[in-house]
Protein backbone atom coordinates (compact mmCIF):
# COMPACT_ATOMS: atom_id res chain seq x y z
CA UNK A 1 0.00 0.00 0.00
CA UNK A 2 1.03 3.69 -0.36
CA UNK A 3 0.23 5.97 2.63
CA UNK A 4 -0.78 9.66 1.91
CA UNK A 5 1.70 12.17 1.08
CA UNK A 6 3.00 13.87 3.83
CA UNK A 7 6.07 16.20 3.75
CA UNK A 8 6.08 17.77 7.13
CA UNK A 9 6.25 16.48 10.80
CA UNK A 10 6.65 12.66 11.46
CA UNK A 11 6.09 10.68 8.38
CA UNK A 12 5.58 7.45 10.29
CA UNK A 13 1.87 6.45 11.83
CA UNK A 14 1.76 4.83 15.16
CA UNK A 15 4.68 5.66 15.88
CA UNK A 16 5.49 5.29 19.69
CA UNK A 17 2.71 2.37 19.50
CA UNK A 18 0.40 4.21 21.59
CA UNK A 19 -2.96 2.29 19.48
CA UNK A 20 -1.22 -0.62 19.81
CA UNK A 21 0.89 -2.92 17.21
CA UNK A 22 -1.49 -1.35 14.35
CA UNK A 23 0.15 -1.54 11.13
CA UNK A 24 3.68 -2.58 11.93
CA UNK A 25 5.09 -5.39 10.99
CA UNK A 26 8.73 -7.89 10.89
CA UNK A 27 10.91 -7.47 8.14
CA UNK A 28 13.92 -9.73 7.11
CA UNK A 29 17.15 -10.02 4.35
CA UNK A 30 16.00 -12.52 2.43
CA UNK A 31 19.12 -14.03 1.86
CA UNK A 32 22.35 -13.14 0.67
CA UNK A 33 21.83 -14.40 -2.83
CA UNK A 34 18.64 -11.57 -3.65
CA UNK A 35 19.26 -9.22 -0.56
CA UNK A 36 15.79 -7.98 -0.79
CA UNK A 37 13.73 -7.31 2.63
CA UNK A 38 10.29 -9.39 2.95
CA UNK A 39 7.45 -8.71 5.17
CA UNK A 40 6.51 -10.91 7.83
CA UNK A 41 4.46 -11.08 10.69
CA UNK A 42 5.19 -9.03 13.07
CA UNK A 43 7.50 -11.18 15.51
CA UNK A 44 7.04 -8.66 18.16
CA UNK A 45 5.28 -7.76 20.94
CA UNK A 46 3.75 -4.41 22.63
CA UNK A 47 5.49 -3.64 26.18
CA UNK A 48 2.88 -2.09 28.21
CA UNK A 49 5.50 -0.94 31.08
CA UNK A 50 8.20 0.35 29.20
CA UNK A 51 8.31 3.36 27.38
CA UNK A 52 10.55 6.52 25.84
CA UNK A 53 7.41 8.20 24.60
CA UNK A 54 3.92 7.54 26.19
CA UNK A 55 3.49 4.64 27.79
CA UNK A 56 4.17 1.72 25.30
CA UNK A 57 6.75 0.13 22.84
CA UNK A 58 7.66 -2.71 20.90
CA UNK A 59 10.30 -5.46 21.87
CA UNK A 60 12.23 -8.72 21.10
CA UNK A 61 14.76 -11.13 21.55
CA UNK A 62 16.96 -12.97 19.08
CA UNK A 63 19.07 -15.73 20.30
CA UNK A 64 21.43 -17.73 18.72
CA UNK A 65 20.33 -21.20 19.71
CA UNK A 66 16.88 -20.36 19.09
CA UNK A 67 16.99 -17.97 15.76
CA UNK A 68 13.77 -17.78 13.56
CA UNK A 69 14.27 -18.63 10.12
CA UNK A 70 13.24 -17.37 6.61
CA UNK A 71 11.89 -19.93 4.03
CA UNK A 72 12.15 -19.61 0.04
CA UNK A 73 10.86 -21.85 -2.74
CA UNK A 74 13.41 -21.72 -5.43
CA UNK A 75 13.60 -22.73 -8.52
CA UNK A 76 17.41 -23.06 -9.96
CA UNK A 77 19.18 -25.52 -12.81
CA UNK A 78 20.16 -27.30 -9.51
CA UNK A 79 17.19 -28.42 -8.91
CA UNK A 80 14.68 -30.39 -11.40
CA UNK A 81 12.17 -29.55 -8.91
CA UNK A 82 11.25 -26.12 -6.71
CA UNK A 83 13.93 -26.34 -3.56
CA UNK A 84 12.44 -25.12 -0.28
CA UNK A 85 15.57 -22.80 1.10
CA UNK A 86 15.80 -22.05 4.97
CA UNK A 87 18.29 -19.54 6.57
CA UNK A 88 18.22 -18.59 10.46
CA UNK A 89 17.61 -15.00 11.04
CA UNK A 90 20.27 -13.20 13.06
CA UNK A 91 18.60 -9.65 12.41
CA UNK A 92 15.21 -8.74 12.66
CA UNK A 93 13.49 -5.45 11.59
CA UNK A 94 9.92 -3.54 12.19
CA UNK A 95 8.69 -1.52 10.42
CA UNK A 96 5.27 0.23 8.64
CA UNK A 97 3.46 -1.56 6.26
CA UNK A 98 2.93 0.41 3.00
CA UNK A 99 5.54 2.91 1.03
CA UNK A 100 6.19 6.69 2.08
CA UNK A 101 5.91 9.24 -0.65
CA UNK A 102 9.32 11.32 -0.65
CA UNK A 103 10.90 13.83 -2.54
CA UNK A 104 13.73 13.04 -5.05
CA UNK A 105 16.65 14.76 -3.58
CA UNK A 106 15.88 16.36 -0.55
CA UNK A 107 16.89 15.38 3.26
CA UNK A 108 15.34 13.14 5.85
CA UNK A 109 16.09 11.31 8.86
CA UNK A 110 15.02 8.37 10.46
CA UNK A 111 15.41 8.43 14.07
CA UNK A 112 14.37 6.10 16.62
CA UNK A 113 14.45 5.76 20.44
CA UNK A 114 16.24 2.19 21.32
CA UNK A 115 17.46 0.08 24.33
CA UNK A 116 18.40 -3.75 25.45
CA UNK A 117 18.73 -5.87 27.72
CA UNK A 118 22.80 -6.27 27.63
CA UNK A 119 25.69 -4.22 26.74
CA UNK A 120 27.20 -4.87 23.15
CA UNK A 121 23.41 -4.91 21.10
CA UNK A 122 23.58 -3.45 18.19
CA UNK A 123 20.37 -1.64 16.49
CA UNK A 124 19.64 -1.21 12.85
CA UNK A 125 18.33 1.80 10.77
CA UNK A 126 17.34 1.17 7.30
CA UNK A 127 15.39 2.84 4.45
CA UNK A 128 14.52 0.95 1.19
CA UNK A 129 13.30 2.35 -1.60
CA UNK A 130 11.06 0.67 -4.07
CA UNK A 131 12.75 -0.91 -6.96
CA UNK A 132 11.64 -3.29 -9.64
CA UNK A 133 14.72 -5.05 -10.30
CA UNK A 134 17.37 -4.99 -7.23
CA UNK A 135 17.26 -3.86 -3.92
CA UNK A 136 18.36 -0.39 -3.03
CA UNK A 137 18.22 1.07 0.27
CA UNK A 138 20.81 2.79 2.98
CA UNK A 139 21.77 1.95 6.81
CA UNK A 140 23.75 2.88 9.72
CA UNK A 141 24.11 0.65 12.95
CA UNK A 142 24.35 1.95 16.41
CA UNK A 143 25.72 0.60 19.95
CA UNK A 144 22.89 0.05 22.67
CA UNK A 145 23.30 0.08 25.92
CA UNK A 146 20.25 -0.33 28.70
CA UNK A 147 19.25 3.20 28.50
CA UNK A 148 17.55 4.57 26.09
CA UNK A 149 19.62 5.72 23.19
CA UNK A 150 18.25 7.66 20.21
CA UNK A 151 19.41 5.90 16.76
CA UNK A 152 19.62 8.51 13.90
CA UNK A 153 20.19 7.64 10.19
CA UNK A 154 20.44 10.95 7.76
CA UNK A 155 19.47 10.48 4.33
CA UNK A 156 19.08 12.12 0.82
CA UNK A 157 16.27 10.85 -1.19
CA UNK A 158 17.05 8.83 -4.32
CA UNK A 159 13.88 7.30 -4.79
CA UNK A 160 10.22 8.49 -4.62
CA UNK A 161 9.07 5.80 -2.51
CA UNK A 162 10.59 4.02 0.57
CA UNK A 163 9.77 2.22 3.81
CA UNK A 164 11.40 2.87 7.81
CA UNK A 165 12.48 0.21 9.02
CA UNK A 166 13.93 -0.65 12.81
CA UNK A 167 15.47 -3.58 13.97
CA UNK A 168 18.19 -5.64 16.29
CA UNK A 169 21.18 -7.09 14.50
CA UNK A 170 23.23 -9.55 16.04
CA UNK A 171 25.65 -9.55 13.16
CA UNK A 172 26.46 -6.54 13.61
CA UNK A 173 26.80 -6.89 17.60
CA UNK A 174 29.57 -8.82 20.39
CA UNK A 175 26.59 -10.83 21.97
CA UNK A 176 24.35 -13.81 20.95
CA UNK A 177 20.97 -12.79 22.35
CA UNK A 178 19.47 -9.51 23.11
CA UNK A 179 16.45 -7.85 23.75
CA UNK A 180 15.85 -4.59 22.11
CA UNK A 181 12.83 -2.01 22.97
CA UNK A 182 11.91 0.74 20.01
CA UNK A 183 9.91 3.64 20.86
CA UNK A 184 9.44 7.08 19.15
CA UNK A 185 9.78 6.05 15.03
CA UNK A 186 10.01 9.24 13.08
CA UNK A 187 10.96 9.82 10.02
CA UNK A 188 11.03 13.53 8.61
CA UNK A 189 12.23 16.23 6.51
CA UNK A 190 15.44 17.61 6.96
CA UNK A 191 19.28 16.57 8.70
CA UNK A 192 18.72 16.37 12.41
CA UNK A 193 15.68 14.70 14.30
CA UNK A 194 13.72 16.97 15.87
CA UNK A 195 11.28 16.37 18.92
CA UNK A 196 9.03 13.28 18.87
CA UNK A 197 5.60 13.90 17.54
CA UNK A 198 2.84 11.87 16.54
CA UNK A 199 2.17 11.89 12.70
CA UNK A 200 -1.17 12.42 14.03
CA UNK A 201 -2.80 14.73 17.09
CA UNK A 202 -5.43 11.76 17.03
CA UNK A 203 -4.84 8.30 16.06
CA UNK A 204 -7.18 5.42 16.12
CA UNK A 205 -6.98 1.58 15.62
CA UNK A 206 -9.35 -1.25 15.78
CA UNK A 207 -7.15 -5.16 16.09
CA UNK A 208 -9.19 -8.22 16.56
CA UNK A 209 -7.77 -11.69 18.41
CA UNK A 210 -6.88 -13.30 15.02
CA UNK A 211 -3.43 -13.56 13.53
CA UNK A 212 -3.43 -10.46 10.77
CA UNK A 213 -7.02 -10.03 11.62
CA UNK A 214 -7.94 -12.77 9.13
CA UNK A 215 -11.14 -14.32 9.85
CA UNK A 216 -14.59 -16.23 8.44
CA UNK A 217 -17.60 -14.49 8.11
CA UNK A 218 -19.75 -15.21 10.88
CA UNK A 219 -16.61 -15.35 13.25
CA UNK A 220 -17.16 -14.58 16.52
CA UNK A 221 -14.07 -11.94 17.50
CA UNK A 222 -12.86 -10.02 19.91
CA UNK A 223 -12.27 -6.42 19.02
CA UNK A 224 -9.97 -4.08 20.67
CA UNK A 225 -10.66 -0.35 20.03
CA UNK A 226 -7.78 1.65 20.91
CA UNK A 227 -7.08 5.33 20.23
CA UNK A 228 -4.19 8.07 21.35
CA UNK A 229 -5.18 11.70 21.75
CA UNK A 230 -1.58 14.13 21.37
CA UNK A 231 -4.15 17.51 21.07
CA UNK A 232 -5.46 19.74 23.55
CA UNK A 233 -8.93 18.31 22.82
CA UNK A 234 -10.68 16.27 24.50
Known amino acids: PLWPDKQT ?19 SIAHPGTGYTEPASLLAEVDEGTAFDGKRSLTFELDRSDLPTSMEDI ?5 DHTCQ ?11 VHGWRPLRRG ?34 TTVPLSTEWTRCVLPFTAMGDYAIGLVG ?3 AAGKVDRARIW ?10 EPTPFVARQPLEMALSTDRQGNIFDKGDTLRVKAHASNESDAK
Open 9 to 27: GNLVPNASFETGAAGWGSW
Open 75 to 79: STFKC
Open 85 to 95: MVWPLDHLFVG
Open 106 to 139: TPYVLSAWCKADVEGAVARLTIEYYCKWRPVRVE
Open 168 to 170: LDL
Open 182 to 191: IDAVQLEPGT
